[in-house]
């Protein structure tokens, strides 16, 4: 299985349209509220010796941060442009970036060769991805996992829709980065109660801890305060 030619095209079409700058994605908030945050759930389960995965790494923004905590950090997206993005930002060679569909088990398998078992941080992608790929998408972080390493999965509750409704309702309408997502059909869907849980539990999983959260976007309200979206972590790994 690997993703589908629209999903390939819409997010490539948004990251060729993008300068790559941090904060200009909707998503794409500072490290230091977000992976910095978040690593708060993983590195008590997390062995830091082994890499990391950014999966969904978009312009490298978290991956530049996860590099500073442990031995070495990947991050892939399907999108070549915003690979391209990434790595044209790490001027530093801090990570490394690379093509990956999450729903290829062969690509998959290819990098777990490459990297050994790996830590997982992945931040709001089931929800973006098909609702066909998921299984695929949680079997692909299982892959990378191996025996050893540890995944922290966050992802948007149903009430994340009800925060952007509101936020596309305030005086001026959408702003220019909640347009671009829907301009290029990005079409953020929902993952339902208990779905994330199944996912990694049928791809052989074990759930380590799990927790309610936010999810803080680069977007600001009309107040100056950050958007947050309600979100959920898990901690998953082979015990």
């Known amino acids: 299985m690997t993703m589908s030619d629209r999903y390939r095209r819409a997010w490539d079409g948004y990251w060729q349209q993008s300068s790559g700058a941090q904060g200009e994605p909707f998503w794409d908030a500072d490290p230091a509220a977000s992976a910095r945050r978040d690593l708060d759930h993983l590195i008590p389960y997390a062995d830091l010796r082994l890499p990391v995965a950014d999966l969904g790494c978009g312009n490298?923004?978290?991956?530049?941060?996860?590099?500073?905590?442990?031995?070495?950090?990947?991050?892939?997206?399907?999108?070549?442009?915003?690979?391209?993005?990434?790595r044209n930002a790490d001027a530093d060679g801090t990570a490394t970036y690379e093509q990956l569909d999450l729903a290829d088990t062969d690509q998959a398998d290819a990098l777990h060769?490459?990297?050994?078992?790996?830590?997982?941080?992945?931040?709001?992608?089931?929800?973006?991805?098909?609702?066909?790929?998921?299984?695929?998408?949680?079997?692909?972080?299982?892959?990378?996992?191996?025996?050893?390493g540890r995944a922290l999965v966050l992802e948007p509750t149903g009430e994340a829709k009800k925060v952007i409704a509101a936020l596309a309702a305030e005086p001026g309408g959408p702003s220019n980065k909640l347009r671009r997502v829907?301009?290029?059909?990005?079409?953020?869907?929902?993952?339902?109660?208990?779905?994330?849980?199944?996912?990694?539990?049928?791809?052989?999983?074990?759930?380590?801890?799990e927790g309610a959260t936010t999810l803080v976007m680069s977007e600001a309200r009309s107040d100056g305060t950050p958007v947050e979206l309600p979100a959920l972590w898990f901690i998953a790994g082979r015990v």
Not at 60 to 85: C, K, P, W
Not at 185 to 194: F, K, M, N, Q, Y
């Open 60 to 86: 490298g923004t978290q991956t530049r941060y996860l590099a500073t905590r442990f031995a070495r950090a990947v991050g892939v997206d399907l999108s070549a442009a915003a690979v391209a993005h990434a």
């Open 113 to 148: 060769e490459r990297l050994g078992d790996t830590n997982v941080y992945m931040r709001a992608v089931l929800h973006q991805s098909e609702p066909e790929d998921r299984p695929a998408v949680a079997a692909t972080v299982a892959r990378l996992l191996g025996a050893h």
């Open 182 to 209: 829907k301009e290029h059909d990005l079409r953020p869907g929902e993952v339902a109660e208990g779905e994330v849980a199944a996912l990694l539990r049928a791809a052989g999983l074990t759930l380590l801890d």
